[in-house]
Nanobody
């Protein structure tokens, strides 16, 4: 009912920047929150950043380097990643808690992920 499509991943050298985008589409009534998670090889998926009601939340490891923003008119969320480090290498997943038209409650939706590789 709700689809999330990420873009913007790729290979960069340490210290450089990348900007991820995630567009939500489908039978959307409202979006409560949007965020980014990541999963590195052999590790569990972790929250990177999230935004809801104008508030933002970041993992300690990315504070001061990453910025999440949302364009509510386009149902799109962005993740600006600066000063990238090799340990930021992971598949980044977009997440949205959204209420589809006709639904009584919000559901978590996930994108398929985009790979970010940071070389040293």
């Amino acid at each position: 009912q709700v689809q999330l499509v990420e873009s913007g991943g790729g290979l960069v050298q340490a210290g450089n920047s990348l900007r991820l985008s995630c567009a939500a589409s489908g039978n959307i009534f409202s979006i409560n929150a949007m965020g980014w998670y990541r999963q590195a090889p052999g590790k569990q998926r972790e929250l990177v950043a999230a935004t809801s009601g104008g508030r933002t939340n970041y993992a300690d490891s990315v504070k001061g380097r990453f910025t999440i923003s949302r364009d509510g008119t386009k149902n799109t969320v962005y993740l600006q990643m600066n000063s990238l480090k090799p340990e930021d290498t992971a598949v980044y997943y977009c997440n949205a808690n959204a209420k589809a038209s006709g639904s009584f409650y919000g559901v978590d939706y996930w994108g398929k992920g985009t790979l970010v590789t940071v070389s040293s």
